[in-house]
Each structure stands twice: as structure tokens, then as C-alpha cells.
């Protein structure tokens, strides 16, 4: 059975950091076959993508994280990570690891592309 579980979230001051991890389980030798995508979804708001990386490590991220987070793998681990620097307020949300055979494509913020979801870590970063 598939599963995601990401862990890592909590409170940050403005100007601070965090790493999310995501751990996937039973994805068997197919692990490194699938893209890994972090999505956040702040009060109200709806969910949106953050940044994704295929196999080969090819990554993608939304303009208001570019240069600020970093997304990475760990085959070894069957984690996926997403380093966070240079928080602001308008960080703060849940956040949400996912999966789908394949690449992350130019569809990759859409929600619909993924077959497996975590349920969650939250960040606040405020003052």
C-alpha cells in the first residue's frame, strides 16, 4: 500500500528555515519511476503547487518560492525534502507531498495529475 507521510512543519519567525521531509512507502523498486510534488494550501485559499522534481532530478518551482526553496530526493531513503529559506508570512499553510509515475511535466501544478497524496504538515511563520 502506498503512502505518504510528510513531517517537518511547525513555527518559524520571518527570515527563518525549515525542511519538510516526505516519506513514501510501498512504492517497491518503482520509487525512483515516480515525480514528487509539495503543494500548500493557506486558510481559505485554494491548494496550490510549490515545486516538484522528476527522476534524474529535474525540478520545478512556483516564482514566489524560486531561489527561496529546494526540493531534492534521497532514493536511498525514499524520502523527498523541501528546504525552506528566507520564510514570509504568506508561507504559511499546509503542505502537501504527492506522487505520480512519470515526470512533472509542464502540468505539474495540477492536482489532478496525482495518483497518491499525504495528509499534511502545517507551517506558520510569523512574528
Known amino acids: 500500500q502506498v503512502q505518504l507521510v510528510e513531517s517537518g512543519g511547525g513555527s518559524a519567525q520571518p527570515g527563518g528555515s525549515l525542511r519538510l521531509s516526505c516519506a513514501a512507502s510501498g512504492f517497491g523498486s518503482d520509487y525512483d519511476y515516480y515525480a514528487f510534488g509539495w503543494f500548500r494550501q493557506a486558510p481559505g485559499k485554494e491548494r496550490e503547487g510549490v515545486s516538484c522534481?522528476?527522476?534524474?532530478?529535474?525540478?520545478e518551482y512556483t516564482d514566489s518560492v524560486e531561489g527561496r526553496f529546494t526540493i531534492s530526493r534521497d532514493s536511498a531513503k525514499n524520502t523527498v525534502y523541501l528546504q525552506m529559506n528566507s520564510l514570509n508570512p504568506e508561507d504559511t499553510g499546509g503542505y502537501f507531498c504527492?506522487?505520480?509515475?512519470?515526470?512533472?511535466?509542464?502540468?505539474?501544478?495540477?492536482?489532478?495529475?496525482?495518483?497518491?497524496w499525504g495528509k499534511g504538515t502545517q507551517v506558520t511563520v510569523s512574528s
Open positions: 522534481i522528476s527522476r534524474g532530478d529535474s525540478t
Open positions: 504527492a506522487a505520480v509515475p512519470g515526470w512533472c511535466g509542464h502540468t505539474w501544478r495540477s492536482l489532478a495529475k496525482y495518483d497518491h
